[in-house]
């Protein structure tokens, strides 16, 4: 049974910083490629980040790019988000997501149709 498991969300103020976490298990991790979204109420799931299975590439939307950071420990079936330089419209739940590895294509893909399994998602709160 493939999981995904956020943590690291929480309350903070405009400016700080978090660092969220997303563990994999069920799954072999370095086959996929990871990436990260986030859902504000009214609002569709956004695309942030993504990491390829072996960390060679990243890319990030432009909303995030310059604040936010992916990165990814395959020893430890984990990937991160560092968020810097937090506002209050980054407020959101934020999940992480997995695309398995298909030779030939790009592992940069923004829709979320493209990724085979979800976690639950973790809560992001800036105040102003």
């Known amino acids: 049974q493939v999981q995904l498991v956020e943590s690291g969300g929480g309350l903070v103020q405009a400016g700080g910083s978090l660092r969220l976490s997303c563990k994999a298990s069920?799954?072999?991790?370095?086959?996929?490629?990871m990436g990260w979204f986030r859902q504000a109420p009214g609002k569709e799931r956004e695309f942030l980040a993504v990491?390829?299975?072996?960390?060679?590439?990243?890319y990030y939307a432009d909303s995030v790019k310059a604040r936010f950071t992916i990165s990814r420990d395959n020893a430890k079936n984990t990937v991160y988000l560092q968020m810097n330089s937090l506002k209050p419209e980054d407020t959101a739940v934020y999940y992480c997501a997995a695309d398995f590895f298909r030779y030939g294509q790009s592992p940069v893909k923004q829709n979320t149709g493209a990724y085979d399994f979800w976690g639950q998602g973790t809560q992001v709160t800036v105040s102003v």
């Open positions: 990491i390829s299975w072996n960390g060679g590439t990243t």
């Open positions: 069920g799954l072999t991790f370095s086959a996929y490629h």
